[in-house]
């Protein structure tokens, strides 16, 4: 990072940078901690063309959460581009290893976010889940947005890419026909969009937040369901959230098939090895 650039991170924070230090972050962006006399910031970076719409959408999502007193997201301090790279300031959290008693305040804290309601299912802007890009056209049922929203644009862009065939892939009236009797009585909740065990941490405090979020109002199974696709939540993080929501007979199937919207998307972004997961969810339900 040359010292032109720290001088203009040090103009939006009007203080001086004493240290610079790369932190492990995701696959789509790099991170950096940066220090001042006072204060940490958490700094990430991106010289992708999409980059800053990235970073806006994120700042717009952390800001959204944050809003509804349910759980903490870090504080958003800047987004901006500077010679052709987009970074993303953020308020640095010290984070730990949660303890039982921090997975069941994480429970409980995002069951009070998904009880933040809308009258359509989307939201009013498009956002990202990982690089690539995520619509959020609002739809009045839930049937509807995850067929047109989610799984057609990540069945076409798969077959796109030739990961997946056309006859691999179910189109609108299947899936609709499909999905019909379990997609009933279904009302939108403000979702994370992206939960999985890197987009939560536990402040040294023991308060939950919230990272790297790719909102809109779904159903409340979906962020259950990209919890546990890859682990890293407790059985008390789930004992404590389900004591608000109940599950019934189709939470079973409904989180394999919300599951299927992510691995559509790993397979997307980062190739054929994640084909099996999702060929054998396709031909499961479709």
């Given at each position: 990072m040359d010292s032109v650039f720290i001088k203009h991170i040090e103009t939006i924070l009007n203080k001086k940078v004493t240290q610079l230090i790369s932190v492990s972050g995701g696959d789509i962006s790099e991170a950096f901690k940066i220090e001042t006399s006072t204060k940490s910031y958490f700094l990430k970076v991106n010289n992708t063309p999409n980059a800053l719409s990235m970073f806006k959408a994120e700042a717009y999502g952390l800001q959204l959460i944050n809003d509804t007193k349910s759980i903490k997201t870090p504080k958003v301090i800047a987004y901006y581009s500077y010679q052709n790279t987009s970074f993303l300031l953020l308020e640095f959290i010290e984070s730990k290893s949660p303890s039982t008693e921090d997975f069941k305040k994480l429970g409980h804290q995002l069951a009070k976010l998904h009880k933040n309601t809308s009258e359509n299912f989307g939201l009013n802007q498009n956002n990202f889940i990982g690089s690539l890009p995520q619509?959020?056209?609002?739809?009045?049922?839930?049937?509807?947005?995850?067929?047109?929203?989610?799984?057609?644009?990540?069945?076409?862009?798969?077959?796109?890419?030739?990961?997946?065939?056309?006859?691999?892939?179910?189109?609108?009236?299947?899936?609709?026909?499909?999905?019909?009797?379990?997609?009933?009585?279904?009302?939108?909740?403000?979702?994370?969009?992206?939960?999985?065990?890197?987009?939560?941490?536990?402040?040294?405090?023991?308060?939950?937040?919230?990272?790297?979020?790719a909102v809109y109002y779904g159903h409340f199974e979906v962020d259950i369901a990209m919890s546990k696709l890859f682990g890293g939540f407790s059985n008390d993080f789930y004992e404590e959230y389900f004591s608000n929501f109940t599950i019934n007979s189709g939470t079973k199937a409904r989180i394999e098939i919300y599951q299927l919207y992510y691995l559509l998307v790993h397979l997307n972004l980062f190739g054929s090895s994640y084909y099996s997961s999702v060929s054998s969810i396709l031909k499961k339900y479709f």
């Amino acid at each position: 990072m040359d010292s032109v650039f720290i001088k203009h991170i040090e103009t939006i924070l009007n203080k001086k940078v004493t240290q610079l230090i790369s932190v492990s972050g995701g696959d789509i962006s790099e991170a950096f901690k940066i220090e001042t006399s006072t204060k940490s910031y958490f700094l990430k970076v991106n010289n992708t063309p999409n980059a800053l719409s990235m970073f806006k959408a994120e700042a717009y999502g952390l800001q959204l959460i944050n809003d509804t007193k349910s759980i903490k997201t870090p504080k958003v301090i800047a987004y901006y581009s500077y010679q052709n790279t987009s970074f993303l300031l953020l308020e640095f959290i010290e984070s730990k290893s949660p303890s039982t008693e921090d997975f069941k305040k994480l429970g409980h804290q995002l069951a009070k976010l998904h009880k933040n309601t809308s009258e359509n299912f989307g939201l009013n802007q498009n956002n990202f889940i990982g690089s690539l890009p995520q619509s959020n056209t609002q739809h009045n049922t839930w049937l509807d947005f995850y067929t047109s929203e989610r799984l057609l644009p990540q069945l076409e862009l798969a077959k796109q890419k030739n990961l997946l065939t056309n006859k691999e892939c179910p189109n609108e009236e299947n899936i609709k026909n499909q999905l019909q009797e379990l997609f009933t009585n279904i009302k939108p909740a403000l979702l994370h969009g992206d939960l999985w065990s890197g987009n939560y941490l536990i402040s040294t405090s023991g308060e939950p937040y919230l990272i790297d979020p790719a909102v809109y109002y779904g159903h409340f199974e979906v962020d259950i369901a990209m919890s546990k696709l890859f682990g890293g939540f407790s059985n008390d993080f789930y004992e404590e959230y389900f004591s608000n929501f109940t599950i019934n007979s189709g939470t079973k199937a409904r989180i394999e098939i919300y599951q299927l919207y992510y691995l559509l998307v790993h397979l997307n972004l980062f190739g054929s090895s994640y084909y099996s997961s999702v060929s054998s969810i396709l031909k499961k339900y479709f």
